[in-house]
């Protein structure tokens, strides 16, 4: 069982940054692909990026050059940085987590969910 709690999000103008957190309570979090995924009003959830348990990226394309993701396995935790920021991005942020060896696609099932933090882009 892994247990996931986002936090970082908030109100930023467009052009500015946030960075995300994901803290992930259980072990083994090395053993686990980790993504982030965002739905906004009206819309379904959608992910943004995922990585590996061995550091292998994807991102959708509305955020590539403009989000990074990555882990700490030392913390159990996951991050968001995301600079750049477009109103379209404003959302309910979610951290999943899935163990997983290998490669992890965008569109991967996640297993484990947090409860999401909202990012509110002010254009």
């Known amino acids: 069982q892994v247990q996931l709690v986002e936090s970082g999000g908030g109100w930023v103008q467009a052009g500015g940054s946030l960075s995300l957190s994901c803290a992930a309570s259980?072990?083994?979090?090395?053993?686990?692909?980790v993504g982030w995924y965002r739905q906004a009003p009206g819309k379904q959830r959608e992910p943004v990026a995922v990585l590996s348990s061995g550091g292998l990226r994807n991102y959708a394309d509305s955020v590539k050059g403009r989000f990074t993701i990555s882990r700490d396995n030392a913390k159990s935790a996951a991050y968001l940085q995301m600079n750049s920021l477009k109103s379209e991005d404003t959302a309910v942020y979610y951290c999943?987590?899935?163990?997983?060896?290998?490669?992890?696609?965008?569109?991967?099932?996640?297993?484990?969910w947090g409860k999401g933090t909202l990012v509110t882009v002010s254009s």
């Open positions: 999943g987590a899935v163990r997983r060896n290998g490669a992890v696609a965008l569109w991967d099932g996640m297993d484990y």
């Open positions: 259980g072990s083994s979090f090395r053993w686990y692909a």
